[in-house]
């Protein structure tokens, strides 16, 4: 897919890092397009538990359906429950499923300026970005902030369950196969365990002004 004369931002880390939330505050700062590439990802788990499909070779020959519109159009809050997130991350380690996906992420991100967060931007979606960042923090850290987040809407879950799904869902992440979570040899590390988001915004904003 033929890149356009655009600038391209990949913001990469574990969940509940921080990554999305910095990455749609640098998205606006920047008057850029802000895309969640797990979303895609997302968009198709919530399919598949609404109609009660299996992954299997019937159902890959009919998937190329999802379309950019797709990405534009679903938004709500049963895409973002912890459900279907744990699906998301299990479609995620499979090679069929995120070749047809890579494509529309591609397109996505190459038809403007584009600021992506994931789990794999750097390394694989966009190993050509501007400039990229690997945002991360402690563990401990993370499932206080998913558990305050789970709390605000009105979720019952205790710290120890967040802290377990966590736990889990970074195990999937990092030992998968294909596209583990990683750090792209050439992205800036920040731990923002013991700092603000809005602390991370800042460094982030000021490394992107001096190449930009």
């Known amino acids: 897919m033929k890149r356009k004369n655009c600038f391209i931002v990949a913001i990469d880390g574990p969940a509940a890092s921080g990554k999305s939330t910095i990455a749609k505050k640098v998205a606006i700062f920047f008057n850029f397009q802000y895309i969640n590439t797990g979303k895609l990802y997302r968009i198709l788990a919530l399919k598949l538990s609404k109609q009660n499909r299996y992954i299997n070779k019937e159902f890959l020959e009919q998937f190329p359906s999802l379309t950019i519109d797709d990405y534009y159009s ?25 070749s047809i ?40 850290v993370r499932a206080r902030r998913r558990f ?6 009105k979720k019952r879950l205790t710290y120890k369950q967040v802290l ?11 030992n998968r196969s294909i596209a583990p979570l990683t750090q792209a040899e050439d992205a800036i590390y920040i731990d923002s365990s013991y700092i603000k988001l809005e602390q991370a915004f800042n460094e ?9």
């Not at 679903?74 to 991350?89: H, M, Q, R, V």
């Not at 305050?148 to 809407?153: A, H, R, T, V, Y």
């Not at 982030?204 to 930009?212: G, N, Q, R, S, Y």
């Open 148 to 153: 305050k987040e789970l709390i605000s809407l």
């Open 101 to 140: 996906l890579l494509d529309i992420q591609r397109e996505l991100a190459y038809s403007q300026c584009s600021v992506l967060d994931g789990r794999d931007i750097g390394s694989i979606v966009c190993p050509d970005a501007d400039i990229k960042f690997f945002i991360t923090a402690k563990l401990s």
């Open 204 to 212: 982030i904003t000021k490394k992107i002004l001096v190449i930009k």
């Open 74 to 98: 679903s938004d709500n809050k049963e895409l973002y429950s912890e459900e279907i997130g744990k699906l998301a991350s299990i479609l995620a380690a499979k090679q069929e499923i995120r």
């Open 164 to 174: 377990l799904k966590l736990i889990e869902r970074d195990i999937r992440d990092t």
